[in-house]
């Protein structure tokens, strides 16, 4: 292809003049001035629109925090006023509980002092103060002591008591009352020698005394008697009859029957021999009253027994040695002639009985004597020395001192308590 074949259609035509072709220049720039402008101005207008919108919501930010922080002002400001209302109620009443604390204080002051008072009065009564107060106490220990050894012969407690009027002199430490201490001293050492008797140990022997006459076999057996006993004397017949081993062949023919014929009569001889045996015994008996007992009669005589034992128990109770004897020698002979001997429990009856009968229930028991003559002796001694310290001293020993005539009620020469 030429040249010409490309050439486009303006090439081709007549070429424009100068003039025309600046004037088209000029217009294309000026249509490229005009839209760059308003694209600025576009874009001016979007930069003002995001500024705006973005002040706007940072303005409501700000204010939504404002607020915010108002309401939480507010609310710090009315706790703070709380808290002070709530310190002002505490410290009034810290106030308040300082000022009773301190009556209080004053109240326990007080007190003290008048407890210090009593303390002191009541050390220079026991300790500085008349020695007959003293020996008052002493002789009310002392008589409660002799009281309980004479009425119950109760020795524990006698020793009680005369044990608190030797601690009461130890505590007092009057050098005057040494012998009173000493007598004092001497009846607890003969109170606590005294043998006493095991009460709990006695009781249960009674009780298994009382057992054994209820259950022991009489020489004629009755109901009440214990069941192996009454068993004891009926016949079994397996024990008669000879046992067999597992391999021994049994026998078949006429030797089975001479077997069974030979059992049968060794079973029909022993309970003859049985029947023989019950009907004819032979036995010593002291009381020939104990075989014609009836059943009836037995159980009333078990029960007279029992009461019997009761009846110790009691005298037991009460220390009397006479009805404890007399009870228990009854029961010994009762078991002795009504109960067979051949029992192991008739005999242990026999012999918790005769055991309880030598058992001494009555002991003599010393009394305080020598504390109460003590007693006397030390108050005598102290009404003396009263008596002669209120005496003049210019008074000789052999001149006798005139008493004052005293008030009337009042006896004359009693001495300051």
Known sequence: MT??????????????T??????????????????GSILAVVLLIVLALVLGGALYYQNQEYRAVRADLQQQHQQSVQLVQETRAQADQALSLVQAQTARLQELNSALETTSAQVQELDQALRMMTDSGSDLLLLNDIDHLVTIAQQQLALGGNVANAIISLEAAQAQLARANRPGLAALQQSING??????????????????????????????????????????????SAP????????????????????????????????????????LRSLFDVRRVDDAAALLMSPDQALRFREVLKQRAVTAQLALMMHQSRIWQAELDQLSTAI??????????????????????????????????????????????????????????????????????????????????
């Not at 040249?3 to 424009?16: C, F, I, L, R």
């Not at 072709?21 to 490229?32: D, E, F, P, V």
């Open 236 to 275: 079994t017949p397996e024990a008669s009859a000879a046992p067999r081993t597992p391999d021994e062949p049994a026998p078949e023919g006429w030797r089975a029957m001479a077997a069974n014929a030979w059992h049968w009569t060794r079973d029909a001889a022993g309970l003859v021999s049985q029947d």
């Open 336 to 417: 002795d002639q009504r109960y067979d001997m051949r029992d192991e429990s008739a005999r242990e009856a026999l012999k918790i009985a005769r055991e309880l009968r030598d058992t001494a229930i009555e002991i003599k028991l010393p009394t305080v004597d020598n504390s109460l003559a003590a007693i006397a002796a030390a108050r005598d001694a102290v009404e003396e020395d009263e008596q002669d310290g209120s005496a003049p001293d210019d008074a000789s020993p052999g001149e006798a001192v005139p008493a004052e005539p005293s008030p009337a009620g009042a006896p004359v020469g009693a001495g300051a308590v």
């Open 187 to 232: 009846d607890l050492d003969r109170l606590r020698a005294v043998a006493t008797i095991d009460l709990p140990a006695l009781t249960a022997r009674i009780d298994r005394l009382s057992n054994l006459v209820g259950t022991a076999p009489l020489l004629v057996p009755d109901a009440a008697a214990h069941p192996a006993d009454l068993a004891a």
């Open 18 to 35: 100068p003039a025309s072709a600046l004037a088209t220049a000029q217009a294309g720039a000026g249509r490229s001035r005009s839209g």
């Open 3 to 16: 040249d010409t074949d490309h050439s486009s259609p303006e090439q081709t035509s007549a070429p424009a």
